[in-house]
């Protein structure tokens, strides 16, 4: 199990460039998340898919942030315009679904892109 | 959602034991326990998670008295290695829940040689 794989591990790009950020899921796993974290704010989620379906975007800051989930092995983040206060570690992070009355399975967590706008 | 409450860091020595309380007074009948662990530059990865009484898995225990409106994190005999910030998150059972957990401040352990 090769784990929740992101990439690129990090990106620099100036202020109106798109970026994308991908994120693959651990295999056999059907909700897959999409964290920001920042010294002040800490680590926030920003969309979730289950079965490959946006669940809850509600915490996604605005429009210029999209995510896609094409497949059940492939997902992305994408930025457009990127500003600089888009600048943060973004985690991926996917988990099996139990079913209620379960205990949740844990998430795991890719390694995140250091994102910074300059 | 239970809010949580836990120290924004605390300091030990290697050797020692660690304990970590995390206060959650509006913990609701159906929510459960869970703590991550994460490392600089890497992502939060799962310590334990229970419901009531005493967990232990080959990484921590896990203590939650009768009332549950807390739980304490025990690292037996810390190394530097276990250097991190330690989260504590309380939500309701099933992966569609799993999303709503909230990861707070978390607590910085420094582990000093």
């Known amino acids: 199990d090769a784990g929740v794989i992101q990439s690129p591990r990090h990106e620099v790009t100036e202020m109106g460039q798109e970026v994308t950020l991908r994120c693959k899921p651990i295999?056999?796993?059907?909700?897959l998340f999409w964290y920001r974290q920042t010294m002040m704010r800490g680590l926030e989620l920003l969309i979730y898919f289950n079965n490959n379906v946006p669940i809850d975007d509600s915490g996604m800051p605005e429009d210029r942030f999209s995510a896609k989930m094409p497949n059940a092995s492939f997902s992305t983040l994408k930025i457009q315009p990127s500003e600089p206060r888009d600048s943060a570690v973004y985690f991926c992070a996917s988990t099996s679904g139990a079913g209620p009355g379960s205990y949740n399975s844990p998430l795991h967590f890719g390694n995140g892109t250091r994102l910074t706008v300059t | 959602l239970a809010k949580t409450t836990q120290p924004i860091s605390m300091d030990s020595y290697e050797g020692q034991e660690v304990n970590i309380t995390c206060s959650h007074n509006n913990i609701a009948t159906n929510d459960y326990i869970t703590w991550y662990q994460q490392f600089p530059s890497q992502g939060p990865r799962f310590i334990i998670q229970?419901?009531?009484t005493k967990v232990t898995n080959e990484v921590a225990s896990l203590f939650i008295p009768a009332d549950r409106k807390s739980s304490t994190l025990s690292l037996p005999r810390v190394s530097l290695s276990d250097t991190a910030v330690y989260y504590c998150l309380v939500g309701p059972r099933g992966s569609s829940n799993t999303g709503k957990l909230i990861f707070g401040q978390g607590t910085t352990l420094q582990v000093k040689p």
């Open positions: 229970g419901y009531k």
């Open positions: 295999s056999g796993h059907d909700y």
